[in-house]
């Protein structure tokens, strides 16, 4: 069963950064992506940010420009990187790895941007 541990949430100015962690129980190599995803009260999850194996990446339009994700093989990390944070950024967010057949997430980390 692969497991995804978020760490790094927490309560933001705007403006500020936060980093956030998402360990992986496997190597991040055998997944065809893996992910952030945010989600806030009656709303659906929604994808922040992307990178496939082979490291391309995509990113939701309200967070070009401001956000980063990035991968460490070597330590089946991925990062999302959170800069210029707004209040409208407030949620849970979500690892997620994808592989052909199953998805995975993780357990959620909360982001408070206070304004």
């Known amino acids: 069963q692969v497991q995804l541990v978020e760490s790094g949430g927490g309560l933001v100015q705007a403006g500020g950064s936060l980093r956030l962690s998402c360990a992986a129980s496997?190597?991040?190599?055998?997944?065809?992506?893996m992910g952030w995803f945010r989600q806030v009260p009656g709303k659906q999850r929604e994808l922040v940010a992307l990178?496939?194996?082979?490291?391309?990446?995509n990113y939701a339009d309200s967070v070009k420009g401001r956000f980063s994700i990035s991968r460490d093989n070597t330590k089946n990390m991925v990062y999302l990187q959170m800069n210029s944070l707004k209040p409208e950024d407030t949620a849970v967010y979500y690892c997620?790895?994808?592989?052909?057949?199953?998805?995975?997430w993780g357990q959620g980390t909360q982001v408070t941007v206070s304004s």
């Open positions: 496997t190597t991040v190599l055998s997944f065809n992506s």
């Open positions: 997620n790895a994808a592989a052909i057949l199953y998805q995975y």
């Open positions: 990178i496939t194996s082979s490291g391309s990446t």
